[in-house]
């Protein structure tokens, strides 16, 4: 197949929902309906289940599902499919962040019956922000729930999207009868059948069909006749381009745990969403097409087997062809690196290959020299922007508490940080290091890593931070950065790239600080530009 027709084929996308919304649910029945499980129960939840924040084995054996998981590839109707997992535990928040760096679209999954939750507004925002084409997946229509015109305005008015219904209920819980699909201009009728299984469903042309009048009586037809009209006058006509540009997103209904609604689904998305976009980097715009290989880390796996330094690092082909044996540029350390068994994805097994295309993650074995958001090219030193590192929420000192293990302990957690568990910052006023999270969960994760991986014994201690901000002084000899420097230097840090970090101790001191130095912006990500 030419290059141009491997790139077009090409569908890269994540699945973002609050926790227990249905996103394995339905990670899983695409796998089903793209012909690469035969039997749904075989792609296991990587979420950390309630109430098991200490239980460590528990922890461990979610990391190895979770590389499982990491990509699911199939194909679907000559299209490659990419499906990027995404953590919904919160705690693992900054993952799922950086993992939609990755992704060319997004499917957003609700519970019809708790509706917006607080982690999809979260990660919806970072959508929205970047322009990420989303469609909106509504679950679990066999269970009561909320009216769905109530729930569409829920989702304008807290998610702040434009949307428009591609299909639409016919009844709901119980009464759950089937939905209309404005898409593909036909109604299914909902028959429940062998939830592993593909779903049977009859399919109707028209709403004047007799059969259907039969199938879902009266009263429904007129309630769904009148739902229709009102979809026509509220919403707009859907629009590929505004879909494409992040300003219109449409919506469909249905219960992945019955399969219903899931190959609608799955059709409209072949159809529209996005192949792979071109990406900026610090000096241009790469395009997919471009003949010169390129690509960047959003995913760093470590140490799965302790007894071997072994890490995956997962890169997304954003140009050219990869190719196994073949040396590439890393651009920040100025080196060349050639894999001799790059992985691929392929449902849930990783497998070597030869080439991978735009669009494609490989797994790359690497023994250190990679950290999240790593270029990788055949030559341009370019370095693709866009994975920001976000204030975490808790902060603590960490202190050795093996004096004889002081180098294993810097080497871990250097090589944590690497991976993206956390973020750390040295004091500049001692160099005292500072953990800083985005859930509590990650500090017991380092301790435990640093144990066992590394044979570290670390200690914690509290410290009062409200957030951290990347400081930025457009000409750093101005008077009031010096100042600032001086009055605050308890409370500057560098960041793990050396960037400077006021690390506030309250919103009420951070507001102050700003006003105060109106010569200094104050940044709440890592990427000030
Ligand atoms: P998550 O990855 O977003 O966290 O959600 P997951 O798919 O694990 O689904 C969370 C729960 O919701 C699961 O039940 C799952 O079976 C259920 N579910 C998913 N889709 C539907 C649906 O369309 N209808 C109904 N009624 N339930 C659905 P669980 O009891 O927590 O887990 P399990 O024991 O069934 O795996």
């Known amino acids: 197949m030419e290059f141009l027709q491997e790139i077009q ?11 227990d919304a249905g996103k394995t649910t339905l990670t899983e029945k695409l796998l089903l309906y793209g012909g690469a499980i035969q039997e749904a129960g075989a792609v296991k939840s990587n979420k950390i289940k309630k109430g098991a924040t200490s239980d460590f084995m528990e922890i461990e054996r979610q990391r190895g599902i979770s590389v499982a998981t990491s990509v699911l590839a199939f ?30 679209s997004v499917i957003v999954v609700i519970d019809v019956a708790k509706g917006v939750e607080e982690q999809t507004e979260k990660l919806v925002e970072v959508c929205r922000m970047r322009k990420i084409p989303m469609i909106v997946f509504i679950n679990k229509l066999d269970r009561e729930g909320k009216d769905a015109f109530d729930l569409l305005d829920e989702v304008e008015q807290k998610l702040g999207l434009q949307v428009t219904p591609l299909s639409f209920p016919i009844g709901m819980g119980y009464n759950f009868k089937g939905i209309y699909n404005l898409w593909s201009q036909n109604i299914q009728i909902f028959e429940p059948t062998d939830k592993q299984k593909i779903a049977q469903t009859i399919a109707y ?23 229709l009209e009102l979809v026509k006058g509220v919403y707009p006509n859907f629009d590929q381009n505004q879909y494409l540009e992040g300003n219109l997103q449409p919506v469909f209904f249905g219960s ?14 072949i159809e529209i969403a996005p192949p792979p976009l071109p990406k900026s980097t610090d000096k241009r715009i790469i395009k997919p097409d471009e003949a010169a290989f390129s690509g960047f880390v959003f995913k760093i796996h470590a140490n799965m087997d302790p007894k071997h330094r072994d890490r995956l690092a997962f890169i997304k082909i954003v140009s050219g062809i990869f190719k196994r044996n073949t040396p590439y540029l890393h651009v920040r350390q100025k080196k060349k690196l050639k894999f001799s068994s790059p992985n691929a994805f392929f449902a849930e097994k990783k497998q070597v290959v030869d080439e991978s295309f735009p669009g494609d993650i490989v797994g790359l074995h690497d023994t250190g020299n990679f950290k999240i958001g790593d270029t990788l090219t055949s030559g341009e030193e370019i370095q693709y922007k866009g994975i920001p590192s976000f204030s975490p ?3 603590r000192f960490i202190n050795n508490a093996d004096p004889m293990k002081a180098k294993q302990l810097n080497k871990g957690i250097d090589q944590l940080m690497d991976e993206g568990v956390a973020q750390l910052f040295v004091l500049n006023l001692n160099g005292r290091k500072v953990i800083g999270t985005v859930g509590a969960l990650q500090f017991e994760v380092i301790q435990y890593r640093l144990l066992h991986e590394y044979g570290a014994k670390c200690t914690y201690e509290n410290l009062n931070v409200h957030k951290a901000c990347w400081i930025m002084c457009e000409n750093p000899e101005h008077p009031e950065f010096e100042d600032f420097k001086r009055v605050k230097q308890k409370f500057l840090a ?13 919103a009420f001191s951070l507001q102050m600080t700003q006003q105060k130095y109106s010569a200094i912006s104050f940044h709440f990500t890592s990427e000030m530009n």
């Open 393 to 395: 929420e808790h902060f």
């Open 75 to 104: 194909n679907y109707q000559n299209k490659k499919i990419n499906i990027l997992d995404t953590p919904g535990h919160k705690d693992f928040a900054e993952d799922t962040f950086r993992t939609l760096t990755a992704v060319d």
């Open 205 to 227: 042309e028209s709403l004047e069909d007799e059969g259907l009048r039969q199938a879902i009586g009266e009263e429904s037809l007129t309630e769904l006749k009148e739902s």
């Open 494 to 506: 560098q960041d793990k790239q050396g960037q400077l970090v006021f690390l506030a101790d309250s």
């Open 9 to 19: 084929r090409r569908r890269t996308f994540g699945i973002i929902s609050h926790p």
């Open 256 to 269: 992945a745990l019955n399969n219903f609604g899931v190959q609608e689904l799955l059709d409209c998305f």
